[in-house]
């Protein structure tokens, strides 16, 4: 899903989406990211959204995709378990507490930022 929404992204740049492929593969695109949203670094023009919104994209694939499937997974083994192991337990709490984390970062990105106040004035008045 993530290397679909690369393509969409920078298929104006052939250049600049191979650099983003290979960056989604190997698993750093996500912390280009947040260098990108960090930074404040400028668009180069041919994208299709901000770093910010691409970066909300990114956490909201893997979410959907990875996050909640494991999680589901982790609290049905967790409920089967005879004794409780404070390790799994542990882990599963760190796991969904980092993606609560991580989508309430979005969250308050999306509400500092004035390019998506003014999207959001297109849209909703």
């Known amino acids: 899903m993530q290397v679909l929404l690369?393509?969409?992204?920078?298929?104006?740049?052939?250049?600049?989406?191979?650099?983003?492929?290979?960056g989604t593969v190997t698993f750093t695109k996500q912390g280009?990211?947040?260098?990108?949203?960090?930074?404040?670094s400028k668009q180069e023009g041919h994208e299709l959204m901000s770093h910010e919104l691409e970066m909300t994209f990114f956490l909201a694939c893997e979410v959907f995709a990875e996050c909640i499937p494991m999680a589901v997974i982790q609290v049905s083994n967790v409920l089967e378990l005879k004794k409780v192991d404070w390790?799994?337990?542990?882990?599963l709490v760190t796991s969904?507490?980092?993606?609560?984390?991580?989508?309430?970062?979005?969250?308050?990105?999306?509400?500092?930022?004035?390019?998506?106040?003014?999207?959001?004035?297109?849209?909703?008045?």
């Open 96 to 125: 969904a507490m980092f993606v609560s984390e991580a989508v309430s970062y979005m969250t308050y990105l999306q509400d500092i930022s004035e390019e998506s106040r003014r999207r959001g004035k297109i849209f909703y008045g």
């Open 87 to 91: 390790i799994v337990v542990g882990a």
């Open 6 to 22: 690369v393509v969409a992204l920078h298929s104006r740049n052939k250049k600049r989406m191979m650099m983003e492929i290979l």
């Open 32 to 40: 280009i990211n947040f260098f990108r949203c960090y930074t404040n």
